[in-house]
Nanobody, 114 residues
Framework: QVQVAESGGGLVQAGGSLRLSCVAS????????MGWYRQAPGKQRELAAV???????TYGTSVAGRFTVSRGAGRNTVYLQMNSLKPEDTAVYYC????????WGQGTQVTVSS
């Protein structure tokens, strides 16, 4: 079983940047993919960005070109660098890890003011 915990959310002005971090613990050798989903108020949870153990990345269409997902050297850490933030990026951001089942973090709030 894998547990994940996020950090790094906060309040930022439009056009600014934030970096989110996520650390996985437990059976980390079984992790195939890690990354980030987000959920804005009144909307469904959606893909932000994920990275595979082979370092292949996939981005949601609304964040491509502005967000970058990466792994730490220990491979149990994943980051989300968010640049050129917009008010519509305001959401709770959830770290996600997949072995044979998904594991979700508690979420971290990102608020972008206009």
């Amino acid at each position: 079983q894998v547990q994940v915990a996020e950090s790094g959310g906060g309040l930022v002005q439009a056009g600014g940047s934030l970096r989110l971090s996520c650390v996985a613990s437990g059976s980390i050798s079984g992790i195939n993919i890690m990354g980030w989903y987000r959920q804005a108020p009144g909307k469904q949870r959606e893909l932000a960005a994920v990275i595979s153990r082979e370092n292949r990345t996939t981005y949601g269409t609304s964040v491509a070109g502005r967000f970058t997902v990466s792994r730490g050297a220990g491979r149990n850490t994943v980051y989300l660098q968010m640049n050129s933030l917009k008010p519509e990026d305001t959401a709770v951001y959830y770290c996600w890890a997949f072995t044979t089942t998904p594991s979700w973090g508690q979420g971290t709030q990102v608020t972008v003011s206009s």
